[in-house]
């Protein structure tokens, strides 16, 4: 079963701010997923990216299968980002199937 | 409709009663999971359903939770007899699997509050 670690818990950035939230994970995968989840409000897919690095915007995530380490980064962030930021992976490795969710990033970014 | 739907969109019931929670899933999405999330807690899994294999049923925490999918879409998840503890918003996720596959599409969450 996969274990899921995420931190910062919490992060407070200055818009404009680059901010970066780690995430790492205990079994070998081949997709892993970060999510948003702003307040009161539904979850949304960002990325599922399996090698190297993925770009969306002011969203960038990076990924190291060999390390089991992943990074989500936002550059010049802005308030509209203060969101909570989930990393997941499939519990068991793979790239598909149930996810195990990491306690998630709260992100909180002052104008 | 374009994305995953969950109806009620909130549900308060007393202690003892039982409930149902419904999911529409993205037509065409071969698997279906079930989540929980409870106040201040991280999101857990339920239920996962694929195609039609037998589901997978490791995360439900006792067997006064159960699910159904009906002809490989609508999913119906069950709680009897209702605890405190069961109070969470119940979220419901779809995929496309194989080739390209397993990006998670999220529904709104059912917020279950159990008195």
């Known amino acids: 079963k996969n274990e899921v670690e995420q931190s910062p818990q919490n992060l407070t950035a200055q818009e404009g701010e680059f901010i970066t939230i780690n995430c790492s994970y205990s079994v070998g995968i081949s997709a892993l997923h970060w999510l948003q989840q702003h307040p009161g409000g539904g979850i949304v897919s960002l990325f599922m990216?399996?090698?190297g690095k993925k770009k969306h915007g002011r969203l960038i995530a990076t990924i190291n299968i060999q390390e089991k380490h992943s990074s989500l980064h936002i550059t010049a962030s802005h308030p509209r980002d203060s969101a909570v930021y989930i990393c997941?992976?499939?519990?068991?490795?793979?790239?598909?199937?149930?996810?195990?969710f990491g306690k998630g990033t709260k992100l909180s970014v002052k104008p | 409709g374009a994305g995953v739907s969950q109806s009620p969109s909130n549900k308060v019931t007393e202690k003892g009663k039982d409930v149902e929670l419904r999911c529409d899933p993205i037509?065409?999405?071969?698997?279906l999971y079930w989540y929980r999330q409870s106040l201040g807690q991280g999101l857990e899994f339920l239920i996962y359903?694929?195609?039609?294999?037998?589901?997978?049923k490791s995360g439900l925490p006792s067997d006064r939770f159960s699910a159904e999918r009906t002809g490989g879409s609508v999913s119906t998840l069950t709680i009897q007899r209702t605890q405190q503890e069961d109070s969470a918003v119940y979220l419901c996720?779809?995929?496309?699997?194989?080739?390209?596959?397993?990006?998670?599409?999220f529904g709104p969450g059912t917020r279950l509050t159990v008195l």
């Open positions: 037509s065409g999405h071969t698997a």
């Open positions: 990216l399996s090698s």
């Open positions: 996720a779809s995929t496309l699997l194989g080739a390209g596959g397993g990006e998670q599409f």
């Open positions: 359903f694929q195609g039609n294999s037998a589901p997978d």
């Open positions: 997941a992976a499939p519990n068991y490795g793979g790239s598909q199937g149930n996810l195990i």
